[in-house]
């Protein structure tokens, strides 16, 4: 069995008022979410990195380009009684993690379908680093125009995977450029992408409202795949000098972390990190023979893939107990977008229900 999900719902609130009521509710969690992040993008660096340093420069960034977003920050962080600039790198935890170590992580898979005669929806694994197995929740929350946003983040992080009351969804899946190390070595930060993510929620009726969005330049290479309830979707693959896009092929996209689009391919440095990319988006693809899926359930299905313990391309990841335990990565959670009644269904853990590998749980007698 998943472990329970928790869900909160805010109040009708302000964004700062909003913010302080999140994190008074999720002090200790907030806490624990900025230590295990320390203590991350210390380790990918492998040496010195100034976590601090980097944390005023998010602040900074998010005050400039997202301004409403920073006032609800700012109320997360009175809530929770952490500095500012710590929730602030939270929210560009993806960029903070470019600039300790561009090499990255290879993570999530993807899927959007659009069947012939049933509705639009989308599947994705959140794969993610271990430590943050208990660092996340099912947040709901209203916007003053009525409409419910409803995000799988993490604590203290304003929105991730989501939906939003338009029906108009949104996934992300982390990339590798090459140009990623000229921002680093700048020593600047783009728009974060989980709060692009989170605009995406918060402002877009339909995708069109969407691809104006992602346009804002980015400095940490993420995809963020979008659908509306028209089954109009696509995968907008940011990186420093882009975006690329990749569309739909007869009602159905497969996202995993490697650039597909011609824009980005050049510079993709996912081959450098492992082949588990490549890997998860032809099993996939295969799996559904260039066929949409009639249901969420026939993606979790094919999704229920796993490679031998230790190795890569496993689709349902599990950690490998060789490296050190401050990167073990798995499958966090499993979410399926239905974006004709704006809603996510949010099971922990990945799409085989456990958190440990099959294999070590055959062994245990699980």
Known sequence: MSAPVTTFTSSVLPPRERGIELGERFRAEIAATVASYRRLWVTRAGGEFDVDLWAERAWDTITRVAPVHADEIAGIAEGAGR?????????????LLVAANPTGQSECSSVVSAPPGGSPFAVQTWDWYDAMSDGWFHWRYEQPDGRVVETVTEYGMLGKIGVNGYGVGVMLNMLHH??????????????????????????ATSFDDAVRIVQAPTSASTSLTVVDRSGTGATFELFPGGPGRLDPADGLLVRTNHFVSPEGEAGCLASTISDSSTTRRDKLLAAFG??????????????????????????CCHPDRAMDPVLWHRTLATVAIDVASSTLDVRADGPCGRREHPAAAATAGV
Request: negative net charge; without cysteine; hydrophobic residues 40%.
């Open 83 to 95: 500095p500012v600039e710590e929730i602030a790198a939270v929210n560009a935890r993806t960029e």
């Open 178 to 203: 090459a140009n990623d190390a000229a921002r680093v070595a700048e020593g600047t930060i783009g728009y974060p992408v989980h709060l692009l993510s989170r605009r995406i929620m918060d402002e």
């Open 290 to 315: 260039g066929t949409p899926p009639a249901t969420p359930a026939d993606v979790v299905a094919a999704m229920t893939d796993h490679e031998p313990e230790g190795e890569v391309g496993g689709i």
